[in-house]
């Protein structure tokens, strides 16, 4: 996908609706949408898996119908899907988006996704099957905890932006240090592509930090609700097992826990609330920094009034 090399312009207008979770964004993008000539591009990394709808907030089919969706339910949640993936995708979805004629809305809070289409990612250097197999047996061996503790000794930033139960990005981090004997979030800052390829109008929906916590709670008890647990047990019943990256998300790492009898549903919906909030800080954190980004309220008259110019000149009006 790098052939007109990884910081190369693709063009074309998009319209990006980003910001922490819980604050409405899928159901916003969908108003948007209807009766516009916009296709919504999902960012989000664990609506990409087939089967994981409830805990990830996924939209339902019946509420999708007649605004296609793009990059959700990709893959089964036993294959591995990276951020290179996502970029890969992405970038096809929105050259067939243009090629139709219509506006691609992109839509999700995975940070790591919308850089990786907006920008490009930073080229990595390879890492030889010997360290990885090697970080892999100590991973059995010593276990995650002591492989994040050396992990936030040599490369604290790393360490500090991802979840200290993310076992693929603690094992990238530590990879990338004792192949290269640099930090990897040195070699990003370093290598980081800094244009933009699309004539873009990005959005982050702000919503203040008490009414943002009360909204997460509402949102997990709302997943309970609606079946996240039987969710879970259905997954596990299909053979998936509660290691896998996808299964260790928000939520479903949680009620994993929870099935196999370790802690009881009120513990678990506690630690999925808790959980939620401190990735909300992080997603604010990581959106702060995302040049030319509009902070805007989740309230459709007042969204409506920055995004109507750009939908007028990118000729997405309303269709009568």
Known sequence: MH?????????????????????GKSQFALQLARGRPIEIVGADSVQVYRGLDIGSGKVGAAER?????????????????????????????????????????????????LRALLYGLSEMPSVSDAVRDGLR????????PALRAELELVDPDWARRIDSNDRQRTLRGLEVYRATGEPLSA?????RPTTIRYDALVLGLD?????????????????????????????????????????????????????AGRCDLAAARSA??????????RQRTWF???SGLQWVPPAIARIGAVVEPFLAKTRCAPQR
């Open 137 to 144: 047996r100590e991973l059995e061996r010593r276990g995650l």
């Open 207 to 259: 919503v203040e930090t008490k009414a943002l916590q009360s909204a997460i709670e509402r949102r997990v008890d709302e997943m309970l609700a609606a079946g996240l647990v039987e969710e879970v047990r259905g997954l596990l019943d299909r053979g998936f097992d509660p290691s896998l990256k996808s299964m260790q998300s928000l939520g479903y790492r949680q009620i994993c826990e929870h099935l």
């Open 3 to 23: 052939d007109d090399g990884h910081h190369g312009r693709f063009g074309g207008p998009l319209l990006v609706i980003a910001g922490p979770t819980a604050t």
């Open 65 to 113: 119908e007649g605004v296609p969706h793009h990059l959700i339910d990709v893959v089964e949640p036993d294959r591995p899907f990276t951020a290179g993936d996502y970029e890969r995708c992405a970038v096809e979805a929105v050259a067939a988006i243009h090629r139709r004629g219509r506006l691609p809305l992109v839509v999700g809070g995975t940070g790591l996704y």
């Open 187 to 191: 070699l990003q800052a370093r290598d």
């Open 288 to 290: 702060r920094k995302v």
């Open 272 to 281: 999925i609330v808790r959980e939620h909030q401190r990735y909300a800080k």
